[in-house]
Structure formats: C-alpha cells, structure tokens
C-alpha cells in the first residue's frame, strides 16, 4: 500500500523528501462502506488522503436534515478537514465511505511546515480549496435553481463519473438523504427518468443509460 501511496503523489509532483515525510508520519487506514471517517463536533488531529475508494462529504443542519455536498476520490484530501484542523475548530460535517476505501491519514501538526517548505504540498493545498469551492458553487446553484429532478438526474451523473460506473448501487431511502428529500419523492422522480429512458431500475440499483 506504501508503493501504491508513493506513485500516486509522486505522479502529483510531490517531492521525494515530502513523499518519505508522508510515508513516515502517517498511518493506514482502512475504512468499510457507510463507515465514519469523520463526525460533526471531531476535533480535526488528521486529515485523510484517499489512496483508492470513494469518500462522500455531508453537511448536516441543527435540525437533523442532511446534504450531499461532494465526493472524494483517489489521490484527493478533504479541503474542509485542514480548514479545521489549522482553525483548531470542530467540523460541521461529516464524511462517510460510500465504498470500502483505504486511506493515509497525516498528524494535522506537519501541516504548516510543509506548506512552507515544500512548493508542491502548497500547490496541492490551494489546488483542493480551489476544487472543493468549484464543487460547493455547483452544489448551491442545483439547489437554487434545478428543480428536484434536475438535481437528482445530477446526482446519479456525478455519481457514475465517480465510480467509473454506470450501475448505481443506491436505495431510494440513501439518495433521499443525500439529496435532503423524501424517498416517496425520489421514487416518483426516478419513474420519471426511466419513462424518460434516462434510466433503468432494478432491485437496489441504477442504470444509467
């Protein structure tokens, strides 16, 4: 898993002296579908680095409701994680493996010297704020002004292009709760796009066509 990590960020332009910091410092971890990564109210002391898999970030209101905000994908990190961890401020949401993934978690306490003292891991810091904001404006702009099934046929499109896959395996009750929406309401949607011969249903699946 080491080798796997060390390609990956070298091919990302990290330098061989970061990639043996990183190597040295962190930890694996292994994280199964629908686990935890992090919780509302946790202390950020890591952040994660997606080595393969697929994490999924959620925002969660006082009141309970939840909204899918974006995915992470191999190579990437959670921009929101090191806003936190360097405001030393809890995180108001929380990210949850949406498949079996292996991760590298970093000490939150290496985050500053390396920023400065490599150009590369200064570059990949922006790069994620940059990406995470770009995904956020795309998240605001379907609330606002997509209807439900526009946002919901864009949710299965990010979803596929995610996963490299054009069979979903979501149950109406989960993409409901991504989505902040009832499942009564997304059963009735996804009738629609399949009429519409954008999708196929199955027992626990999607197909997009």
């Not at 070298?10 to 935890?36: C, M, P």
């Not at 080595?51 to 990190?77: A, C, H, P, S, W």
């Not at 929406?181 to 027992?203: A, D, N």
Request: aromatic share 10%; net charge negative.
């Amino acid at each position: 898993m080491k080798e796997q990590l060390a390609s990956m960020l070298l091919g990302a332009g990290f330098e061989q002296a970061l990639v043996d910091e990183i190597l040295t410092v962190g930890r694996q971890k292994k994280a199964s579908a629908d686990s935890i990564i992090i919780s509302p109210d946790d202390q950020g002391e890591e952040i994660p680095i997606v080595i393969n898999g697929l994490l999924k970030v959620m925002r969660r209101d006082d009141q309970g409701n939840e909204v899918f905000l974006y995915y992470l994908e191999g190579g990437e990190t959670c921009a929101m994680s090191i806003t936190c961890c360097l405001e030393g401020r809890k995180s108001a949401f929380h990210v949850i493996a949406e498949e079996d993934s292996m991760l590298w978690m970093i000490p939150m306490s290496y985050m500053d010297s390396w920023v400065k003292k490599y150009s590369s891991f200064r570059k990949f810091v922006f790069a994620s704020y940059q990406t995470r904001f770009d995904e956020l404006l795309n998240t605001i702009e379907s609330v606002v002004f997509m209807k439900m099934d526009e946002r919901l046929y864009k949710y299965l499109l990010d979803k596929k292009q995610a996963i490299g896959s054009f069979v979903i395996h979501k149950t109406h009750e989960q993409i409901a709760g991504d989505l902040g929406t009832s499942r009564v309401v997304i059963s009735r949607l996804l009738k629609k796009l399949e009429r519409e011969e954008k999708i196929e249903q199955y027992r626990n699946r999607i197909e997009i066509l």
